[in-house]
């Protein structure tokens, strides 16, 4: 966690019943802060309210409400994934077994966390898809001369709003995930923030951009099967921020902390979607910018059938309606923006993504009006 992140986050249990939010300091009682340069690198922050604790592992603050669960579920693969490029102390592995934290599930469903995906998305979103492939192979024309990058088109998108992006103080990435989107829209930002559940995730995308605990400068590129081969990685340009985990339906900042908000592909994976828009809404300012895509890829396994945003006509008007009963006025869509994920050389997925850039004003200035 870079140091000046504790001036940006508050206490998620806390965040949206006290105003001031209460603040969180470095609690050095239990586990030894670690520090290199400007960075908290292992340690535990404390809300001076409820006292609740947050540990920062490998640089990386898990800052969720409900913490025990969170590490239950989680906890072997965090400590493997840590321990792979930085140090644990056994200070903290201590504290964390003291709490129980891991008494893990077996059944625990940690997708996000696994190589394969985060090299799915490390490629989709900093790699160049027609690079990995034979020039030979069927796909490879469309990749190099049809498709476009997900992740600049929608760049472009909020760049050529009518409503353009200020060179907003405070930004907001919900569900950034390996950092893709964060890369390209953080250049227009002062500060940055991505969050995501998946510490897998996070931890990649602090290496990348922020080379903390240790540079990630290759990914492994799967092949077929088990085969798999490295690609380098070039250093993006330098952005200004942090990435954490954090719930996006318990963000972890102040009401009216952004002016620009984006959530790529996470609101049909959100269990409670409605709780999530909420969200966005209470830490996004009057007037801010937020950009909400989805592809619509409805699971059961993720969000129960009753919570799923549609109606009889299309999800595209139900979401719609449920974005504008949020305060949101849509300035500009896309309805089908191509999205490709790469698993291996022979499975590609494609989404065709709606896209709304939408425009944020709260309760109060609406009935104002
Ligand atoms: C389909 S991926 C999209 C990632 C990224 N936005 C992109 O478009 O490349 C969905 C992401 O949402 C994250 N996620 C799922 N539920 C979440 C939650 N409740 N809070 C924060 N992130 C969540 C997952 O870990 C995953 O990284
Ligand atoms: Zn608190």
């Not at 809300?47 to 592992?57: D, N």
């Not at 492994?220 to 921020?241: A, H, M, N, V, Y």
Request: with cysteine; proline share 4%.
């Amino acid at each position: 966690m870079q140091l000046s992140t504790l001036k940006a986050v508050v206490c998620p249990r806390c965040a949206g019943t006290a105003e001031p939010s209460p603040a969180l300091s470095i609690d050095a009682t239990d586990v030894e802060p670690q520090y290199a340069k400007e960075e908290l690198v292992e340690g535990i922050i404390t809300c001076s309210l409820c006292e609740q604790q947050y540990p920062i592992i490998a640089g990386v603050l898990v800052i969720v409400p409900s913490l025990a669960s969170y590490f239950r579920s989680n906890y072997s693969s965090i400590i493997a994934q840590a321990c792979a490029c930085s140090t644990v102390s056994d200070g903290m592995i201590d504290y964390l077994i003291r709490r129980g934290f891991h008494t893990g599930r077996s059944d625990a469903r940690d997708y996000y966390s696994s190589p394969r995906k985060v090299s799915t998305y490390i490629n989709g979103g900093y790699d160049n898809l027609a690079g990995v492939m034979d020039s030979s192979d069927s796909l490879s024309n469309w990749f190099s001369t049809e498709y476009r990058c997900f992740y600049d088109e929608m760049l472009t998108m909020c760049l050529d709003s009518k409503a353009s992006l200020p060179n907003h103080l405070f930004a907001l990435d919900v569900g950034c995930y390996v950092g893709s989107f964060c890369s390209r829209i953080g250049r227009s930002m002062q500060h940055i923030y991505g969050v995501d559940m998946a510490f897998g995730g996070v931890l990649a995308a602090r290496r990348i951009h922020f080379e903390t605990p240790a540079p990630l400068k290759e990914y492994e590129l799967f092949i077929d099967g088990s085969r798999s081969c490295k690609r380098s990685l070039s250093t993006p340009l330098p952005i200004s921020g942090d990435f954490v985990v954090a719930d996006a339906r318990a963000l972890p900042f102040r009401s009216g902390f952004f002016g620009f908000i984006s959530s790529l592909n996470l609101l049909e994976l959100v269990k409670h979607p409605r709780e999530y828009l909420s969200e966005i809404r209470r830490v996004g300012e009057n007037g801010a910018s937020v950009l909400i895509t989805t592809p619509y890829y409805w699971e059961e396994e993720e969000v129960a059938v009753e919570e799923w945003i549609e109606n009889k006509l299309s999800s595209a008007d139900a979401v719609r309606e449920l974005l504008c009963s949020h305060g949101m006025d849509i300035i500009s869509e896309k309805l089908h923006v191509p999205w490709v994920l790469r698993y291996n050389s022979r499975a590609y997925m494609t989404f065709l993504v709606h896209a709304l850039l939408l425009c944020l004003a709260h309760e109060t200035t609406r009935n104002d009006l």
